[in-house]
């Protein structure tokens, strides 16, 4: 039979040590704390908008993947719309930036290949370098001797991943640095824009269209 003392003692340690967590219901207050910095989820613009798009739509859920039968003209148009907004090649939607983080490092490089990434990127870069079956070696942050010693130590394909804007202290990669440096070892970089994206550059295209860099990286992964 299955021995419940085991997570009633778990839950107390919890809450004696402070660390119980708790689904908590928000009241009205100034967000400095959500992923909400743009206000889109409380725009009446974006509220009325979908408002009047599900109105001509029949279906109300993806009803399956996109591979199946969840694909969707919105989809598509907004792809395209989001490719041309940021000067890329292709857009492809996921549901969240830890989702994007995830599904594209982990399966760009295979074992023979070589991710390198900041000490610093988020745990969605970390746990994608993880599953990934390529070797994985991390820098110092922002270091870019330290880059450059592991870029030296390298083999197959190699991947450099980082941050524009760093989420804990706020700081900014040298992008302009780590493009020529990767550049002359012929290695891709990619970007995550997180924390740049729709607050720098006109319109909001992010800091590497402020740094005219959008051509030069590898893959960019923004949020909303």
């Not at 778990?10 to 004696?16: P, Q, V």
């Not at 959500?34 to 725009?43: I, M």
């Not at 000490?119 to 994985?136: D, F, I, K, P, T």
Request: glycine share 6%; hydrophobic share 45%.
């Amino acid at each position: 039979m299955m021995n419940e003392n085991k997570f009633h003692q778990a839950l107390a340690k919890r809450k004696a040590d402070n660390a119980l967590r708790k689904l908590p219901i928000l009241e009205a207050k100034i967000d400095f704390f959500s992923n909400d910095y743009l206000g889109l989820a409380r725009s009446l613009e974006v509220k009325n908008a979908l408002e009047e798009a599900l109105k001509l739509e029949e279906l109300h859920g993806a009803t399956g993947s996109r591979l199946i039968s969840g694909n969707h003209q919105f989809l598509e148009q907004f792809e395209t719309f989001l490719a041309h907004f940021h000067q890329a090649d292709s857009a492809l939607l996921f549901n969240s930036g830890y989702v994007a983080n995830q599904g594209l490092i982990s399966c760009i490089a295979d074992r023979h290949d070589t991710i390198l990434y900041d000490q610093l990127v988020h745990a969605s870069l970390r746990e994608a370098v993880q599953y990934s079956r390529a070797s994985s070696f991390s820098f110092r942050h922002n270091d870019i001797s330290h880059l450059q010693e592991r870029l030296e130590r390298t083999q197959g394909n190699v991947f450099v991943v980082v941050e524009s804007i760093y989420s804990m202290d706020g700081d900014e990669a040298p992008l302009k640095e780590m493009v020529d440096l990767c550049q002359s070892f012929g290695a891709a970089i990619m970007v995550d824009d997180d924390n740049a994206s729709g607050v720098f550059g006109q319109e909001g295209r992010c800091l590497l269209a402020v740094l005219c860099l959008e051509k030069a990286i590898w893959a960019i992964i923004y949020t909303f």
